[in-house]
């Protein structure tokens, strides 16, 4: 699942296509699948969304959480990838972007009335 912030002005127009750029990413390289897409928008206003000095009302904050077994490399790709593709495609720099990998172990995860570490018929790797 992944979450993105910002404020409302600046996220809400461009939020499709974010998650457009955002999703194509975790296929290239994670692998996922077209319909593993699980984004969540929070666009705030914009005195309620403090961020740090020397970035612009663009800032945006996205927030990864999957289940633990990427490989470091893999996971500096995804937000290497990330940074290029946005700034390419939407026009953010990567000064105003912060992008966080939450991991939890798979049996921490739950979904489809079972946990990760029990499913057994998922359309992607998780130790990549």
Sequence with gaps: MIVIYGIKQQLTPIKAE??????QCMQEVLGFPEDKRA???????KE??????GRSEAYTVIEINMMAGRKVETQKKLIY?????????????????EITIKEQQSYQWGFRGMTGDEVNDLKYKVNV
């Design 39 to 45: 984004h969540r928008f929070i666009p705030m206003e």
């Design 18 to 23: 974010l998650s457009d750029v955002i999703h």
């Design 81 to 97: 990838t990330l940074f290029e593709r946005i700034e390419e495609k939407i026009g953010i720099l990567p000064i105003d972007i």
């Design 48 to 53: 309620d969304f403090y961020y740090p000095g």
